[in-house]
């Protein structure tokens, strides 16, 4: 009864998780004008009326949710790692698949015991990798081009995001370990799973039967 | 080098005017109401052991208290929780009082590190109420009806929920795990998470159950009575059952009452509090992003303090209450603002108080205007 009211906010992450996740949602049976899509508009309702998509950046997606001003987003589980935000992630996508590295020019560095510069855009994920094992480090935060840093003795070594590992093979740079794997999750706001809980289960069903359905290939 | 006088520590506010005006007349109200059902009011210290906290929070949830030492030493913290310093009042005390105790209390509670991002707030004022030694059954439809009540006077009713588990449900299911304390809270955190599918993996890795997917469906099961039989085909350990025949009864109560529409059962909602033996729950109210009040029943509390009896107990967030409310612009507002006052005028220091202290005496709001009193 309250299911055509309802209308849920879903805060989509721009960027290298857009397409795939506007994708996954369009098997999930949401529609839209694709004229709608191509305007630089950060905001686009869906067909039905039931859902308002938002595009704003990766790091910001968990902001919109947690505030509640979204109900529901879609971002990596690199940026949930990073911000530990108080969210619901009740499905792991399969899209946006990579992992978080350590990554240096050679394994060499490892021997030493001195303090370890670690150039990062993620640097509470560093700082645990490094913590749990008692390494002493340096993060040096950069917003971009982190591979840049090893390469021109800004740092040791880089903690980062690694899809295909090309851009680090350019510049010279090799896996020393994973750290974790990461995909885009579905997150949703605690108080919207409970006072929107018959849309957002819907939701959830339906989005993960879509995942389901991407995976085998359909 | 001096820090600029203008700026407010992060986290930190002012009240003032109507917002003030409403938190005072919510606080008035609720515990007006808390009165109506004979709780008495006790005020506990600010400071207290940082020890007490970290036993009765758990480690975890103490820590994000503002801490300092004592002149001998001894860690100190800012009152981040106020059960456990009831718990203990009641412990110590009021050991010999008759029971059961009710008591119910108004009081910031301050964390340096707020639970979530959105939550920005250091300093928040929680007015709960704690029923201590009194029969479990009776006392866990006691608080509910109780909460019921305030939020049907705030005008709050349509559009709540309020969720409800026990905390056996998943204790019951550690138990039969065997996990360590370590795991045990990287489940409780899987679970409170409803990362279902970090979950199932995290389950396989742990444990040789047969049907690590039928447990990892804990994080999704939530909805009214029904999913009560759901639950009890994935979940078959004696514990876990016990407390799902008790939150059973507990629902044919709230039937019975007519207020299965403000409640609903979530059996994924494990509260981080460590603190919480039986019955938990979380009250949400349309138009915030997070919960407006919690609570439940914490029986080892009071025997980690000396005298074990059963308890339990809820707060509200005034903080939030007065935001919701403050967004409602119903007649029926708790807070109306006051009578214009009486402007009391004169040149006469003496003649002016004298007429202010008269219309003072006939219980009149008056304002002094001392811009014809001679400089």
Redesign the interface.
């Known amino acids: 009864m309250t299911k055509l009211t309802t209308k849920l906010t879903l805060a989509i992450s721009k960027g290298r998780l857009q397409t795939d996740a506007l994708d996954l949602l369009q098997r999930a049976g949401l529609s839209w004008s694709s004229d709608s899509l191509c305007t630089r508009r950060l905001a686009v309702e869906d067909e039905s009326g039931c859902y308002r998509l938002i595009f704003v950046k990766p790091a910001d997606v968990?902001?919109y949710v947690?505030?509640?001003?979204a109900d529901c987003g879609i971002v990596g589980r690199d940026v949930l790692l990073e911000?530990e935000?108080?969210?619901?992630?009740?499905?792991?996508l399969n899209i946006g698949v990579c992992r978080i590295v350590v990554a240096a020019r050679s394994k060499a560095l490892w021997n030493q015991f001195g303090m370890l510069r670690v150039a990062t855009k993620y640097p509470r994920i560093a700082a645990k990798h490094f913590g749990a094992r008692g390494v002493p480090v340096d993060l040096i935060e950069l917003s971009g081009s982190v591979e840049l840093a090893p390469v021109l003795g800004l740092a040791d070594c880089i903690v980062d995001l690694v899809e295909t590992g090309r851009t680090l093979q350019e510049n010279g740079l090799s896996i020393v370990e994973v750290i974790t794997q990461s995909s885009a999750r579905l997150v949703?706001?605690?108080?919207?799973?409970?006072?929107k809980?018959e849309a957002i289960g819907q939701l959830i069903r339906s989005v993960g039967d879509a995942t389901q359905r991407r995976a085998n290939g359909d | 080098m001096s820090e600029p006088l203008s700026q407010i520590p992060a986290g930190m506010r002012y009240y003032c005017g109507q917002e003030a005006r409403l938190r005072r007349a919510i606080e008035t109200a609720v515990m007006s109401i808390f009165d109506g059902w004979s709780y008495e009011e006790i005020t506990t210290p600010t400071i207290d052991y940082y020890s007490l906290f970290e036993h009765g929070m758990g480690p975890a949830q103490a820590h994000r208290a503002f801490r300092f030492s004592d002149g001998d030493g001894r860690l100190l913290a800012v009152r981040p929780d106020v059960t456990s310093l009831v718990a203990r009042a009641a412990a110590t005390l009021f050991a010999q009082r008759e029971r059961p105790l009710r008591l119910c209390y108004v009081a910031p509670v301050f964390r340096q590190q707020p639970?979530?991002?959105?939550?920005w707030r250091r300093e928040s004022s929680q007015i709960g109420c704690e029923l201590i030694g009194a029969n479990s059954g009776v006392a866990d439809i006691e608080l509910l009806a109780i909460v019921c009540e305030v939020l049907q006077h705030l005008g709050l009713d349509r559009?709540c929920?309020i969720?409800l588990t026990d905390i056996d449900v998943f204790n019951g299911i550690a138990e039969e795990l065997k996990l360590d304390p370590d795991s045990r809270d990287e489940m409780r955190r899987l679970v409170d998470?409803?990362?279902?599918?970090?979950l199932e993996q995290f389950l396989a890795q742990c444990s040789d159950t047969k049907d690590s997917h039928a447990l990892s469906r804990l994080?999704?099961i939530?909805?009214k009575h029904e999913i009560l039989n759901d639950a009890r085909e994935s979940i078959t350990n004696a514990r876990s059952r016990a407390a799902l025949d008790r939150i059973a009864r507990l629902w044919s109560v709230i039937e019975s009452l007519h207020l299965s529409d403000h409640f609903?059962i979530?059996l994924g909602d494990v509260s981080r509090l460590d603190y919480y033996t039986g019955l938990t729950f979380?009250i949400?109210?349309?138009g915030?992003?997070?919960?407006i009040g919690s609570g439940g029943r914490y029986d080892s509390l009071t025997a980690s303090f000396g005298k074990a009896e059963p308890a339990v107990g809820f707060v509200l967030e005034l903080d939030a209450l007065t935001d919701i409310l403050l967004g409602r612009t119903e007649s029926n507002s708790p807070a109306k603002s006051s009578t214009e006052p009486v402007l009391i005028t004169g040149t006469d220091l003496s003649a002016l108080f004298r007429a202010a202290m008269d219309k003072r005496a006939l219980g009149e709001r008056i304002v002094i205007d001392s811009s014809e009193v001679a400089p």
């Open positions: 968990p902001v947690e505030h509640g001003v911000w935000p108080d969210l619901l992630q009740p499905l792991a949703v706001n605690r108080a919207s799973y409970q006072l809980a | 639970e979530s991002h959105a939550d559009g929920s969720t998470t409803r990362n279902s599918s970090d994080t999704q939530s909805g609903a979530d979380k949400y109210v349309d915030t992003g997070s919960r």
